[in-house]
Nanobody, 129 residues
Framework: QAQLVESGGGLVQPGGSLRLSCTASRITLSYYTIGWFRQAPGNEREGVSCISAGSDDITYYADSVKGRFTISRDNAKNTVYLQLHSLKPEDTAVYYC?????????????????????WGEGTLVTVSA
């Protein structure tokens, strides 16, 4: 059973930055489409960003984070990152990474959370003064 683990969340002031990491055991992340999702209290889970499997590194960003968040891979470390800049209070949420080989990431499309079989337990990002 694959295991994903997120880290890097925390409390940050508006305008600040964080880097979230997603590491895995039992699977090689470069062979998977990786998505970052977030869920704020009382809200549905939202697809934030994804990166395609393989070497093409096609990426997608939700309009709400475009220009502020960056997704990337370090295959040597079997890790996917989500760099968060210019954070806003509305970015406050639990951030989850998820992996799938059954769907793809396009620049205009992120797989549905229902189509992601592997999930981490999430890391909390709180943006507050």
């Amino acid at each position: 059973q694959a295991q994903l683990v997120e880290s890097g969340g925390g409390l940050v002031q508006p305008g600040g930055s964080l880097r979230l990491s997603c590491t895995a055991s039992r699977i090689t992340l470069s062979y998977y489409t990786i998505g970052w999702f977030r869920q704020a209290p009382g809200n549905e889970r939202e697809g934030v960003s994804c990166i395609s499997a393989g070497s093409d590194d096609i990426t997608y960003y939700a309009d709400s984070v475009k220009g502020r968040f960056t997704i990337s891979r370090d295959n040597a470390k079997n890790t996917v990152y989500l760099q968060l800049h210019s954070l806003k209070p509305e970015d406050t949420a639990v951030y989850y990474c998820a992996a799938t080989q059954d769907s793809v990431c396009y620049s205009s499309y992120i797989p549905s959370s229902d189509g992601m079989p592997y999930w981490g337990e999430g890391t909390l990002v709180t943006v507050s003064a």
